[in-house]
């Protein structure tokens, strides 16, 4: 079974950047697309980042695009999103995903705020 582990998470201040990482086990991580998947408060999951298994293609939704870049080290079967320009908007869980599924692991916080 899939098991996720996002750390790097935090307090910034708008404008700041954080990067956040995803140790995946438990499934063939060089051969499956990923992506970002975050949760505000009180909303709810709003998907935010694709990555093919090779790295070759990737998506982003448009409130990130342009500030976040996806990215994965299929060696260390980690999973990566550099964060820049951040906003309060941004503040919430943000969690890694098997592209296409609901299964996530228990997330990392990150809040935005002054």
């Known amino acids: 079974q899939a098991h996720f582990v996002e750390s790097g998470g935090g307090l910034v201040q708008p404008g700041g950047s954080l990067r956040l990482s995803c140790l995946v086990s438990?499934?063939?991580?060089?051969?499956?697309?990923m992506s970002w998947v975050r949760q505000a408060p009180g909303k709810g999951i709003e998907w935010i980042s694709y990555?093919?298994?090779?790295?070759?293609?990737?998506n982003y939704a448009d409130s990130v695009k342009g500030r976040f870049t996806i990215s994965r080290d299929n060696a260390a079967n980690t999973l990566y999103l550099q964060m820049t320009s951040l906003k309060a908007e941004d503040t919430a869980v943000y969690y890694c995903t098997k592209a296409g599924s609901t299964t996530r692991g228990q997330g990392t916080q990150v809040i935005v705020s002054s």
């Open positions: 438990g499934l063939t991580f060089s051969n499956t697309p």
């Open positions: 990555i093919s298994s090779d790295s070759g293609a990737t």
